[in-house]
Each structure stands twice: as structure tokens, then as C-alpha cells.
């Protein structure tokens, strides 16, 4: 075990152990008793404890008197060498105060109160005024003697063209004129000053324009005119002639440009060839003004100095399009109109890829101007913030990029109108391949029709995506529920589209229902549930499309906010120019997204309160990327709608294909001739009443769905999809209960009131007979699995609705019969007992129906019974009384009188 404290794990009990040792309340006795506190060991090695204790404490008390002898020898070392410096200021101490005391002595005198004052500071400042007035008088003097002779030495030099000592001259004299303010023939003055400089300023123009022309090949002459325009105080002319002179070459090459023209492309109606052409060549200019700052940034600092080439590096970008903006609104035009009904087809995204190429020119040029500005700041030569600077480049940019103006401003129409272009191929696909689909056609052409529709539905989420790029591109954010309406609009058309083409698939199959009835066949089921899946996925597309939105918002809104930031860090800056005064520091660069942010605030934001629209934008952009708790609200509500159409149109095609043999057995039930057949001579043969062959077809048929519903339910990822779309499977069997409810008779039916009949919970007590399964007899087997579990219910969904369906039209059908004789009720009440073991056999609850087994007991009532069972009924309950109606209307029908 080693000595060294050290080396000692630490615990909490050897932390309190350290921390009494520099405690001043320290004792052996507490820090023995403290280390020996928690020890239960036995006494020797409690002895052992305490000596370890005790070494510990000894080596420590050692160590530090270690430390004490050490501080104690550095402060003997110290002290010596204070001792003398306090001695050496004392002295001095006493020697300036002996100087100040013989200075006040020497120098005091007194004024008329008595009061003592410095003689010597009066002289001093008698004398400071006398040299300052002395000084003056000289400039005075020297000015007016001369006057005469500089002006006349500045003919000769402009004769010589000798234009250095000329200004040199003209110099001189503004000097003189400065100093004989006040003196009289002051204007005459000036009047020749104005007029010499007029002349020297005609001599100069002519030198400063053959430096200009030659100044790609020496600028050692427009060094001299720079100097010369230094001294006359005219730099900002000439800055003004060296930005004009500049972007010569790039304003040719605008002007030049001349695409090439493609003749079969003119003959063409919607070509825009040449147009595009100009989209294409845009970069390759751009690239030549990007050449140019380049070189510029490098001939300004030469010629103008450093400190001014930032500011010359904007003007030039602003002369490189100053000029060509009318010539760039009528290039972009022709591309693509700013009127949506004129627009050609694909012209807006041209417009949009020119606007992105003049968002990384953009950024590249500010990158270059920046790079000018800070290489001058690190240098520690740069006496301004960069504000300033910052402001100046933001107005270039809006200059360049206002031709865009319209377009932003107008995104909503002109993407709407751009993507409806886009999605004409798409829709006629759909159209075409819907055209030749009938039953006579063959199960083939259902198949290839399916697939085609499968593979053509996603085709939209690209062109939307499209939408939502040319949105962040265009708008940066601003506008964003027009653009949102626009693409929402766009995914409804679409939707409406396939929703059209599966009510033409339906209507097409289903126009010959009778050879629908006679080819039926479990592939015909699977094609329709294939739409079913498809119109599943494109839900749970939609779904991640519209998470993926919400994403890009927060994304936006956050590039927005970061624009405010650094737009309020400018503004502070501005009022502060001073580089020291002032926390803000030029951004070295700024992005794409950054550019378009403060082009779009400027072009798409509030004009009047262009802060207050911003912060509205960033509100409604978080608010609009909040999913909220309740999960209802949706960015594309018009799609939604239109996704439950087509899960409806998908909902009517199963149930018509489904269906389609109920329909023709059912077709002439009510004609049949053996609702008014007569009883039989012998009693003994209605005991052999058997089901009508209509009824045993019907039933063969429903537990054929079986069959033909579990393939398509039995893979669990085509079912994840289907089961997307199934709200409201039951809507399609409505229909048949509500002419069933009108041909009964019923007064002042309801929705609620059908809704109640036909789903038949509530009337279970109301019937003479239920044999309906509940939910525990209709519960599935113990040890199922999920997926089994999963396939069951979407089965017995189906088979719900479909036998909803078939028992409504079979009610309607007996609400019609002309007669209803005994032998027809005995007829009736057999074909709805096959029905209820039919029904029974499927294992779906709420099935039979309650009508079913109470329609088979009316029908065996006895002509007393049925009349005494319909005075039962309570007329004041509307579900009483819509039974009661369909009881009355089998008591006519088997000629009995009722009240």
C-alpha cells in the first residue's frame, strides 16, 4: 500500500478527510475520529488504520512546511527589491514637488482682486494666438502677392499642355482663395478659378479618354489622371468616366448575342427553341461579367487604391446592366410571359432556370466584393463597418434581378397554368387508357388498364415536388397559401382525373351486367381491389409529401428569420459607421438562398412594411409546418377531399364487379311468378317449399367473395395500403336502403332514420325474430395471428357492405311485388331462412340482417296475427313507424286491411 495521499481512490469519506485538513477548525481528534468513523474491523486493524493516519498526516505536515519555507525565502528575495523601488519614487516624488512649488513661486503674480495667477501660462497662451494670427497673415500676404503671377503662369503651362504644374498652379490659387476670405473681389475671384479649372478640365478629358481606351494594355497613364483628379478634387468625374468605360466588351456581348435558329423548330407551334437558347447562353455571360469584376477587383486597388475598390467593384456591376434591363425584360418575355393565358409550354421553368443562374451570379459577385472589402479590414486600413457596402451591393442586386419581378409577384397563376401544361400528357394517358375496357373486351384489357393506372397515378408527386422547388426558388417563402392553393390544385385535378377514369371503368364493365354475372370471376375482384391499392399508396404518398412540405416550411421559415437578423445587425451597424464602434462584420459571403431571400422579401414581401410582412411570413410558414395535436389540419385540403372521391369511385367498383350477380338474380324478383303462386291441393307439399334458384345463386355467390377477397388480403403490405382508403365501404350499400325506405313508404324518412335501418344495432329489439351475430359470435379463433386477424377484418368488411347491399335490394324488390299469397310467403319465408344460414355461415356480425329473419317470421304469420302484431306498433317513434310502414305494405300485398 503506498504512502503517497495521492494516490488514494477518492470517496466521499477521503474528500471530507481533505477538506478538514485546510478547515481552520482542525483537530487530530475530530480527523481521527472522522477516518475511524465508518471502520467496523476488528482492533488490530483499527490500530493499523490509525497509524497509516498518522503517516499520512506526517508526510502532509512536512510538505507543507516544505511550502512555508520556500514562499518565506521568495519573499526575503522580494522584499529588498520593493524597499529600493519605493525608496527611487519617493525621491522623484519630492523633486517634482519641490520644481512644482519653485515654478508657482517664480510665476505667480496677482490681478486688481488679489487673486494669484500664472504669469508664465498667460505668456504661453499670448504667444500660441500672436503665432496662429501670424500664420495667417502670412497665407494672407503670400496669397495676395501671388495672385497676379500664378494666373499668369497657368496659360503658358496649358499652352505647353504641361498639365501636372497647370493643376499644381490651380492648387496654389484655391489655396489663396481660401485664405483671402473676406478680402474684397471675392467673386471676381472665384469666376477665374471656375474658368481655369473649366480649361484645365477640357485638356484633361481628352488625356483621361486615351487612358481609359488603353488602359488594358498600361495604367501608368490613368495613374496620372487619377492624381491630377486627386488634386481638383474631382474624383468622383472621373470615377464616373472609368465606370461607363469599363463593361464595353459586356454590354457587346448582350447586344450580340444572336441564337441560332432552327427552322423545323419555328414551323412548330409550341416551340420556344430560340428562347430557350437565350436561357442557355445566360450563364456563359454572366461568366464574362464575373471575369471582369475579377480583373477589376484587381485594377481598382492599383488605380484607385485599395480602400476605394469595393466601392468601385459595385458601381461596375451596376453599369453592367444599368443599360441592358430593358433589353433583359424583353429577352425574359419572349421566353415566357408574365399573363398566364399566353404562357408556352415549359417557358416558366425556363424563367425559373434563368433566375437561379442570377441567383449564383449574385452570389458569386458579392463573394468577390466582400473578398475586396475584408482583405483592406484585415489589413487595418479600412476605417467603416461594411455597412454601408452592404446596402450598396443589396440595391445592385434588386437592380439585377428586377425583371423577375413580375414573375414572383405572379407565381401562383403562372405555376398553375405551368403545371396544368405539364399534366395534359399525364391526363390523356388516363383518359386513353380507360377507352377500350368492356366486358366484351375481356378480362385483359381490365388487367392492362389496371396497370397502366397504377404506374400513371404517381406520376403527379414529381411535378408537384417541381411546384414546391420553383416555389422556394421564386417566392423564398412569401406567398406561401397561394403557392400551397396552387399546388393543392394541381394534385386535385389529377385526383379528379382518376377518379373519372375508374367511374368510366366501372360504367364500362357494368353497362352488360348480365355477361358481367356470367364471366364473373375472382381475377375481375382482384383488378378492382388493385385500384383500391392504388389509390392507398397514393394517400400514403400524399402523406409524405406533405410531411416533406412541412419540412421545406421549417426550413424557410428559418432562412427567413436568419434574413431579419442579419438585416437588423446592418441597420445597427449604419448607425454606427465605425469599424470600431460597431460589433457587425461584413459576411465573407452570402448563399443562394441568402440572395433570394432578400430579392424575394423586396419583390414578394409587404412594400410598405416590408418587417412586418416578413415576420407575418415566418408566422404563417411555422404555423402551416405544425402538425397539430388533433392531426386535422392538412396542407392540401382540396385533395384530401378528392382522395375520398376516389376512394369512393374505388369503393363503386368493387361493389358493381361484386355485386354484379346479386344484381341479375335480383333484376325481376319482384315478377316472379311465385309470390302469387296458389296453394298446392296437398297440404303435405308445402312442406317441401324449397329456395328459388335466384336466392341459392346469390348465396353460392357471397360465399364465393370469400375466395376471391382473401388473395388480395393475405400479403400484409397490399392490405397496409388498401386499408388507407376503406372509411365509408358502407356508403355503397345506402342506395339500395334508400329506395327500399321510398318504396315502403316510409313518411319522412331521415338519413339518420335509413342509417339506423340499415346498419340494424337499434332495431334488434323491434323485430320478431334476429338472428344477427353479435361481435362475440362473430369473434375470430383464439391463436390467430395478427396477420391472419387483419386479413379476416378487411374481408368481413366487404362482405358487410356487399350484404348490406343485397339485403336493402332485396327489401326494395318485395316492397314491389303486385301479390303475396300464401304459397309466396312460404316461398319467401325459405328463401330468407337459406339467406340467414347463408349469412350465418360467413361469420360477420350484424349479419343476417334483422329484416331478413324478420321479413321470413312475417311472412309465416297468420292474416289475425300480422294485423294484431301491426297494431302493436308505436306510430309516434319514427323507427317504429318505418317498420310498421313495411309491415302495412306486406299486409296489402297479401290483401289484408289495415288501419
Known amino acids: 500500500m503506498s504512502l503517497s495521499t495521492s494516490t488514494v481512490p477518492s470517496n466521499p469519506a477521503e474528500d471530507r478527510l481533505s477538506s478538514m485538513l485546510s478547515s481552520p477548525n482542525f483537530s487530530v481528534a475530530s480527523y481521527l475520529n472522522l477516518a475511524l468513523t465508518s471502520d467496523n474491523s476488528s482492533p488490530e486493524q483499527l490500530q493499523r488504520r490509525m497509524a497509516e493516519l498518522a503517516l499520512q498526516l506526517q508526510l502532509q505536515t512536512q510538505a507543507c512546511h516544505e511550502d512555508i519555507g520556500r514562499i518565506g525565502a521568495e519573499l526575503q528575495a522580494i522584499m529588498p527589491r520593493c524597499a529600493a523601488d519605493v525608496g527611487r519614487l519617493g525621491v522623484g516624488l519630492e523633486g517634482m514637488k519641490v520644481d512644482a512649488q519653485t515654478l508657482l513661486e517664480t510665476t505667480t503674480v496677482h490681478n486688481e482682486e488679489g487673486e494669484a495667477l500664472s504669469g508664465s501660462l498667460e505668456t504661453l497662451s499670448t504667444l500660441h494666438a500672436l503665432q496662429s494670427n501670424l500664420s495667417k497673415t502670412k497665407d494672407i500676404l503670400t496669397a495676395a502677392a501671388t495672385w497676379d503671377s500664378t494666373i499668369a503662369s497657368i496659360s503658358p503651362l496649358l499652352a505647353e499642355q504641361n498639365l501636372n504644374d497647370a493643376v499644381d498652379a490651380l492648387s496654389q490659387l484655391e489655396h489663396g482663395e481660401r485664405a483671402l476670405q473676406g478680402m474684397p473681389q471675392k467673386d471676381d475671384r472665384q469666376a477665374e478659378i471656375a474658368k481655369i479649372r473649366t480649361q484645365v478640365q477640357v485638356m484633361l478629358q481628352p488625356q483621361l479618354n486615351h487612358a481609359l481606351q488603353n488602359m488594358s494594355s498600361r495604367l501608368g497613364p490613368l495613374q496620372q489622371c487619377v492624381a491630377l483628379y486627386s488634386k481638383l478634387d474631382k474624383m468622383d468625374s472621373l470615377q464616373e468616366e472609368y465606370v461607363k468605360n469599363r463593361p464595353g466588351e459586356i454590354h457587346k456581348a448582350w447586344f450580340g448575342f444572336a441564337p441560332a435558329i432552327d427552322t423545323a423548330a419555328i414551323e412548330a407551334s409550341s416551340s420556344n427553341n430560340n428562347d430557350s437558347g437565350f436561357i442557355a447562353w445566360l450563364p456563359t455571360w454572366y461568366e464574362k461579367v464575373l471575369s471582369l469584376l475579377t480583373e477589376e477587383r484587381r485594377q481598382s486597388s492599383t488605380v484607385f487604391g485599395a480602400e476605394m475598390a469595393p466601392e468601385v467593384l459595385v458601381l461596375v456591376l451596376k453599369e453592367c446592366f444599368r443599360p441592358i434591363l430593358p433589353s433583359f425584360e424583353s429577352r425574359l418575355k419572349s421566353t415566357c410571359s408574365a399573363d398566364p393565358s399566353t404562357m408556352k409550354e415549359g417557358a416558366f421553368e425556363s424563367i425559373c432556370t434563368a433566375y437561379e443562374s442570377t441567383l449564383r451570379f449574385l452570389s458569386l459577385a458579392y463573394e468577390l466584393i466582400a473578398a475586396s472589402f475584408l482583405d483592406v479590414a484585415e489589413s487595418g486600413n479600412q476605417t467603416t463597418n461594411g455597412a454601408g457596402l452592404f446596402d450598396d451591393i443589396k440595391e445592385v442586386s434588386l437592380q439585377v434581378a428586377s425583371p423577375f419581378a413580375k414573375y414572383m409577384q405572379s407565381f401562383d397563376q403562372l405555376e398553375g397554368k405551368h403545371s396544368e401544361m405539364a399534366t395534359q400528357l399525364v391526363s390523356k394517358d388516363i383518359q386513353q387508357c380507360v377507352g377500350n375496357v368492356s366486358v366484351g373486351n375481356g378480362l385483359e384489357a381490365l388487367q392492362d388498364a389496371t396497370e397502366r393506372l397504377k404506374g400513371l397515378a404517381p406520376f403527379v408527386f414529381p411535378l408537384v415536388n417541381g411546384a414546391l422547388d420553383r416555389f422556394e426558388l421564386m417566392s423564398g417563402g412569401f406567398l406561401v397559401g397561394e403557392a400551397l392553393a396552387a399546388v393543392d390544385q394541381i394534385l386535385t385535378d389529377h385526383v379528379g382525373e382518376m377518379v373519372i377514369s375508374i367511374r368510366t371503368l366501372s360504367a364500362a364493365m357494368t353497362t352488360d351486367n348480365d355477361k358481367l354475372a356470367d364471366l364473373f370471376d375472382e381475377q375481375y375482384v382482384l383488378c378492382a381491389m388493385d385500384l383500391l391499392k392504388m389509390a392507398g399508396k397514393f394517400k400514403r404518398d400524399l402523406g409524405g409529401f406533405e410531411d416533406g412540405t412541412r419540412k421545406r416550411l421549417t426550413m424557410i421559415a428559418g432562412r427567413l428569420e436568419d434574413h431579419s437578423k442579419l438585416k437588423l445587425e446592418v441597420e445597427e451597424a449604419k448607425l454606427s459607421r465605425s469599424k470600431t464602434s460597431s460589433a ?191 361481435e362475440e359470435d362473430a369473434a375470430f379463433e383464439e391463436g390467430i395471428s395478427d396477420a391472419e386477424k387483419a386479413s379476416a377484418i378487411f374481408c368481413n368488411v366487404w362482405l358487410d357492405a356487399i350484404g348490406l347491399a343485397v339485403t336493402g335490394k332485396m327489401l326494395e324488390k318485395i316492397m314491389r311485388f303486385s301479390q303475396l299469397t300464401p304459397k309466396g310467403c312460404e316461398h319467401l319465408s325459405a328463401d330468407f331462412n337459406y339467406l340467414i344460414n347463408v349469412f350465418s355461415a360467413l361469420g360477420v356480425a350484424g349479419h343476417p340482417h334483422p329484416f331478413i329473419s324478420h321479413i321470413a317470421a312475417l311472412a309465416m304469420f297468420s292474416d289475425g296475427e300480422l294485423k294484431a302484431h301491426i297494431d302493436t306498433r308505436n306510430r309516434g317513434d319514427p323507427i317504429e313507424g318505418a317498420l310498421r310502414a313495411v309491415e302495412v305494405r306486406i299486409a296489402l300485398l297479401r290483401g289484408i286491411s289495415v288501419d
Open 584 to 774: 457587425f462584420t461584413l459576411p465573407d459571403s452570402l448563399s443562394v438562398v441568402e440572395i433570394d431571400a432578400v430579392l424575394a422579401e423586396e419583390f414578394c414581401g409587404d412594400q410598405e412594411n416590408p418587417e412586418d410582412g416578413t415576420i407575418a411570413a415566418v408566422s404563417m410558414l411555422k404555423r402551416l409546418s405544425t402538425v397539430p395535436e388533433d392531426d386535422q389540419s392538412v396542407l392540401y385540403p382540396k385533395t384530401e377531399d378528392s382522395i375520398q372521391r376516389l376512394a369512393n369511385s374505388c369503393h363503386s367498383f368493387i361493389f358493381d364487379v361484386c355485386s354484379a350477380v346479386p344484381k341479375k338474380q335480383l333484376r325481376d324478383m319482384s315478377d316472379m311468378p311465385a309470390w302469387s303462386e296458389m296453394s298446392e291441393a296437398n297440404p303435405m307439399d308445402s312442406y317441401g317449399t324449397l329456395p328459388q334458384q335466384y336466392v341459392t345463386l346469390i348465396g353460392e355467390h357471397m360465399l364465393a367473395l370469400v375466395q376471391a377477397f382473401e388473395p388480395f388480403a393475405d400479403d400484409p403490405e397490399t392490405l397496409s395500403l388498401a386499408n388507407e382508403v376503406m372509411d365509408k365501404v358502407r356508403d355503397v350499400a345506402v342506395q339500395p336502403w334508400n329506395e327500399f325506405v321510398a318504396t315502403a313508404g316510409v313518411i319522412g324518412s331521415s338519413e339518420s332514420i335509413i342509417n339506423t335501418l340499415m346498419v340494424g344495432n337499434d332495431i334488434t329489439g323491434l323485430v320478431l325474430q334476429n338472428s344477427a351475430l353479435t
